[in-house]
């Protein structure tokens, strides 16, 4: 059974940071390809970040310079840091496995001052 499980979650103020963890079991991490997408209400779902099973990273426009996302395939966890964080950042942000169509549960990020 696949399980993610997200982390790091919270309300922060404006230009704050915070690091999103996910981890994964059941699967074989190493060789799959993961992401982070986020979903604010009243708003359709937004990929984030990739980072394929070698390790090249693809980002949405709207974090590139700001997010940066990660693996750690001996721990088998995905990270997504995020600097500058914006009030439009917020949103429930899930972690997921694209080719197996799985998600976690998700992590709240509030953005306000």
């Known amino acids: 059974q696949v399980q993610l499980v997200e982390s790091g979650g919270g309300l922060v103020q404006p230009g704050g940071s915070l690091r999103l963890s996910c981890a994964a079991s059941?699967?074989?991490?190493?060789?799959?390809?993961m992401g982070w997408y986020r979903q604010a209400p009243g708003k359709e779902r937004e990929l984030v970040a990739g980072v394929t099973r070698g390790g090249s990273t693809n980002y949405a426009d709207f974090v590139k310079g700001r997010f940066a996302i990660s693996r750690d395939n001996a721990k088998n966890t995905v990270y997504l840091q995020m600097n500058s964080l914006k009030p439009e950042d917020t949103a429930v942000y899930y972690c997921?496995?694209?080719?197996?169509?799985?998600r976690g549960q998700g992590t709240q990020v509030t953005v306000s001052s």
């Open positions: 059941g699967l074989l991490f190493r060789l799959n390809s």
């Open positions: 997921n496995v694209p080719s197996l169509g799985y």
